[in-house]
């Protein structure tokens, strides 16, 4: 045993990935449907391994910090800015009021309690789940005139106070948006998704979500007996139904195979290849003819393809705009994500910039549609190290810079300066989409890894003081850490509900995403059994991200 202890102690390096092992471990450990998650399942594996007094270089988990807040702030960079516009100012407005109310809740509280910098700062991150500010509230701290030894005591607290929040205030959260969100509204849950559901079109389906965003496609070949579709031109054929978009993906006439156009001319005992809604053929398909087995004809290339849009020509427009565009012919839309999240929509759902369509059709269509959208996301493994390196320098940079208020130096700092350039880079690559790609699994490393080692490493430094901490100040702030977590949303649903006069749905989401509990959203989307709630989402939670993650040295410039 001593000698593994002497050997964690020599190299840290082990110890950080033996804390990363037993965090993850942890986190996925499931209590009912309740999971620690791995943030804190990091944090409590660090503060154990950390009792063997292991000292690790505080530059390792700036440099991890600094990649996951670029990465942060690249991913919601596209909706961040898009919440500056005007039609969506109520979702704005409860995201402001929401998170100051925060701030603020979090601070008078520490300073009735008469609690320190550092745990005050460790309760605004765990009661309202947002660990970056663990990291900027450290920054700030570290930056005070205040002996080194201070200092770390101080940053030593944020971590004890987190990880007591964190678990009431997480929880707390997730049950009382769907509980007594809809109680202070005074509205059935269930029956508002109903009711939404019914304004933006579709039908529910059988599982929780929205009928249209999961219509599977397919493509079958009729031979052409009915006599009133004979001698018709396919655009003809195919304007013929009023509820489902069809498509004549070929034809075979007198034993040769055409590939269409809107004028080509579809004349009796033609075969013709029908694409549209599976269901669709099941029911009609006989109305055109038999169904024939011509593999032939529909052996062509097939593309599933994501798109993110970019052309200004498209953003704003409503699906069913785009649907009648000539670029769309032959294209069907599997699936609407908006930062990260899959999206209800219905005919009418506007795209947004950096919004990525799921499009399958024919390759050739799906090519020219791609074209006119903006920029086909195609797999790839490499990620742009040039753009990621850039980011980081020139935001760390911008954070060094200060303005001194009331005699008292402000800054972002480093880390905060990598946040915003995030930003600024995750919208000029949704502006031009040609360089700075970051592949899903990449970002999934510099995102969580990267949030988990610089936690990790919180806990292997606050372990030696963090029993005496807990036994210090945990009891009162499991109450406390209650009160800071429900306040501000009950001020943010009164408010929009009652001076906004929002929907209660889009609402709810709304608050989920301000205060960064995606876990919130999705008991939102199950009590609801519909996937509307993340209409509001989108927008708070790339606000909000930034806002609570600001809140860290704000907080530190109150407790002076």
């Not at 399942?41 to 670029?70: H, R």
């Not at 003819?289 to 032939?296: I, K, L, N, Q, S």
């Amino acid at each position: 045993m001593d000698d593994l202890v002497t050997a964690l102690r020599e190299h840290q390096e082990l110890a950080i990935f033996l804390t990363l092992a037993v965090g993850f471990f942890i986190g996925k450990l499931r209590i009912g449907s309740f999971t620690l998650g791995t943030v804190v399942g990091t944090l409590l594996a660090g503060v154990l391994i950390g009792q063997l007094d292991i000292k690790v270089p505080a530059i390792v988990k700036t440099v991890f910090f600094d990649l996951f807040l670029f990465t942060t702030g690249y991913k919601v960079g596209p909706q961040f800015f898009r919440g500056l516009r005007k039609d969506a100012l109520p979702q704005l407005a409860v995201t402001v009021v929401l998170c100051v109310t925060c701030l603020l809740s979090a601070f008078a509280a520490a300073r009735l309690l008469g609690y320190d910098t550092g745990t005050a700062a460790g309760l605004l991150a765990g009661a309202f789940t947002e660990s970056t500010v663990i990291g900027t509230a450290a920054d700030a701290i570290n930056r005070l005139d205040l002996p080194a030894a201070d200092k770390t005591a101080l940053v030593n607290n944020i971590p004890v106070a987190y990880a007591v929040t964190y678990l009431v205030g997480t929880g707390f959260v997730v049950w009382f948006l769907p509980t007594v969100g809809p109680w202070l509204m005074g509205i059935n849950l269930r029956e508002e998704g109903r009711r939404l559901q019914a304004e933006v079109g579709g039908e529910e389906a059988a599982e929780p979500g929205v009928r249209s965003a999961f219509q599977a496609f397919s493509v079958r070949a009729y031979r052409v007996t009915a006599e009133r579709l004979a001698n018709r031109t396919v655009a003809e054929l195919e304007a013929m139904p009023r509820d489902l978009r069809v498509f004549v993906c070929r034809i075979r006439h007198a034993g040769q195979i055409i590939e269409p156009g809107p004028d080509t001319v579809v004349h009796k005992d033609d075969v013709v290849a029908v694409m549209t809604h599976t269901e669709a053929l099941m029911a009609r398909g006989g109305q055109i003819g038999p169904e024939v087995d011509d593999r032939a004809l529909l052996d062509f290339p097939a593309e599933l393809l994501d798109v993110v849009v970019t052309q200004k020509a498209v953003v704003g427009k409503s699906l069913s705009e785009l649907a009648a565009l000539e670029m769309a012919r032959g294209v069907f839309l599997r699936k609407l994500v908006r930062v990260g999240q899959t999206m209800p929509w219905s005919r009418e759902t506007r795209i947004d910039r950096g919004d990525v369509l799921s499009l399958v059709g024919a390759k050739a269509n799906v090519e020219r549609a791609a074209a006119a959208i903006g920029y086909a996301d195609r797999p790839t493994v490499s990620t742009d190290m040039i753009f990621v390196g850039l980011g980081i320098f020139v935001g760390g940079l911008f954070g060094l810079l200060s303005v001194t208020i009331g005699g008292v130096p402000i800054t972002l700092t480093a880390s905060g300066g990598a946040l915003i350039m995030g930003l600024v880079f995750g919208w000029l690559r949704a502006v031009r989409p040609t360089f700075g790609r970051i592949p899903e699994p990449a970002m999934w490393v510099f995102d969580t890894v990267g949030l988990t080692v610089f936690i990790g490493v919180v806990g292997l430094s606050a372990g030696p003081s963090f029993v005496s901490g807990l036994e210090r100040s945990g009891p009162s702030l499991l109450l406390v850490g209650l009160i800071v977590a429900a306040l501000p949303h009950t001020i943010a649903i009164l408010f929009g509900r009652y001076v906004l006069r929002m929907n209660p749905l889009i609402l709810l989401g709304a608050c989920s995403g301000a205060g960064t509990v995606t876990a919130a959203l999705r008991a939102l989307e199950e009590t609801s059994q519909s996937k509307l709630p993340a209409l509001g989402y989108t927008v708070p939670y790339a606000v909000g991200n930034i806002l609570l993650t600001a809140w860290g040295p704000v907080i530190v410039a109150l407790m002076r």
